[in-house]
């Protein structure tokens, strides 16, 4: 089957300046998560979509970012505006988890690199 | 509140000894376990999950819940098992399911 999509790889940019990220993920997985990892650091989870609903953005600073969810199938992530600390992989992944449903994985896509200088 | 903690950081051992990589976690209800590789220049994906019970590449790993680890253990190290090694952790009981990640533990295969 044909993997989680995102778009684009690499992105630099300035301090204040704003930018999106795209990720299409698996067809039929209803849940989306966006995670961001910082050098060094494990993914954290920032935003996670059930359908096109948000079930779980506690760790998104909405001050600065916001996402959405396309009709239940792509989603954007944006940022504005962009502080240096936002330099960072932005990871989309999809699964088909449900809840109580055991024995799920989530797929990942390859990321995009932040770097805001 | 989910945690998910890897006390290594790095962990370098000679090709053929044994490599254990640690996770611990905290989670009230009943959790399931993952373990997550990502080699140089690919994707993360997922390794082994607990529920599975599987041997993946010689890999293994077994939920203690008593002690709240999830250890991953091989007993012969390959060069090829160099890599990033994520634990992460999914809670099942609320209406929507939350994947946590560990910090990650960065493996060196000596050869």
């Known amino acids: 089957e044909a993997g989680v999509a995102q778009s684009p790889r690499y992105k630099i940019i300035e301090k204040r300046q704003s930018v999106a990220f795209w990720c299409n993920p698996i067809?039929?997985?209803?849940?989306l998560y966006w995670y961001q990892q910082i050098l060094g650091q494990g993914p954290k989870l920032l935003i996670q979509?059930?359908?096109?609903?948000?079930?779980?953005d506690s760790q998104l600073p909405k001050d600065r970012f916001s996402a959405e969810r396309l009709k239940g199938v792509d989603s954007t992530l944006k940022i504005q505006p962009a502080k240096l600390e936002d330099s960072a992989v932005y990871l989309c992944?999809?699964?088909?988890?449900?809840?109580?449903?055991?024995?799920?994985?989530?797929?990942f896509g390859q990321g995009t690199r932040l770097t805001v200088v | 509140a989910q945690r998910v903690t890897q006390p290594e950081k790095l962990l370098s051992v000679f090709k053929g000894a044994p490599v254990e990589l640690k996770c611990n976690y905290s989670?009230?209800?009943?959790?399931?376990l993952f373990w997550y590789v990502q080699y140089s220049r690919q994707r993360l994906q997922l390794l082994l999950r607990?529920?599975s019970r599987e041997s993946i590449k010689g890999f293994t790993a077994d939920l203690n819940k008593g002690e709240t680890s999830f250890h991953l253990k091989k007993p012969f190290a390959q060069e090829e098992d160099s890599a990033m090694y994520y634990c992460?952790?999914?809670?099942?009981?609320?209406?929507?399911?939350?994947?946590?990640f560990g910090p990650g533990t960065s493996l060196s295969v000596i050869p």
């Open positions: 979509f059930q359908n096109n609903g948000v079930v779980d």
């Open positions: 992460a952790l999914r809670g099942i009981e609320t209406s929507y399911d939350k994947v946590i």
């Open positions: 067809s039929g997985h209803a849940t």
């Open positions: 989670y009230s209800g009943s959790p399931e």
């Open positions: 992944a999809s699964s088909l988890v449900m809840a109580g449903v055991m024995n799920t994985e989530a797929f």
């Open positions: 607990h529920i």
